[in-house]
């Protein structure tokens, strides 16, 4: 057997301890990760704040009119903040099944409570437009002539009301 040095022994003794002290203190937060979750208590980043819109606010409510081989109709209602801001969404349609009814409300409220935990409406507008699903046809919407889809059209509505892309089209006409 090789001879230790006493640096290396030392050096040893002192990973050794410092190894020991690393489980004692590993153990007591075990111990008390254990005991907060008993509580109901969990370890994750804190909830982004919800800024909720006040109780009468004004909105826009926008007619779906899909021209398809089964036409579609159906209405958007917005609900703004006091600055001009999307703060939720409401959809309704009288030909809609129960299913689709309700995967278009469970839609609507999702995006309204990430708009009002502060998602922009253009992350909503860049991933869901361009969808495409029946009913699909020409609209009667002099500045989105096609959709892809109810959410292709919604998506496209909200970007002609709800972005700078809107405000520049609104400075230009104010210009002439």
């Known amino acids: 057997m090789d001879e230790q040095s006493p640096e290396e022994r030392s050096a040893r003794e002192r990973y050794g301890d410092v190894l020991k ?44 009119d899909i021209m398809a081989k089964e036409p579609f109709e159906g209405y958007l209602t917005t609900g703004d903040y006091t600055d001009g801001h999307l703060g939720e969404i409401f959809m309704c349609s009288h030909k809609m099944g129960s299913f689709v009814s309700g995967i278009m409300d469970a839609f609507a409220t999702t995006m309204s409570v990430g708009l009002q935990h502060g998602v922009p409406v253009e992350w909503y507008i860049e991933k869901f437009k361009h969808t495409r699903f029946e009913p699909a046809g020409m609209t009667k919407h002099p500045e989105i002539t096609q959709a892809l889809s109810v959410l292709d059209y919604i998506m496209k509505w909200l970007e002609l009301r709800y972005t700078a892309k809107a405000e520049e089209a609104e400075d230009g006409s104010r210009d002439d």
Not at 30 to 44: D, H
Not at 49 to 61: I, M, S, V, W
């Open 21 to 64: 002290r690393y489980f004692e203190v590993s153990d007591d937060l075990l111990a008390a990760w254990r005991e907060l979750t008993k509580l109901g208590v969990y370890l994750s980043p804190p909830p982004s704040p919800r800024f909720k819109l006040p109780d009468e606010r004004a909105g826009k409510t926008f007619k779906i």
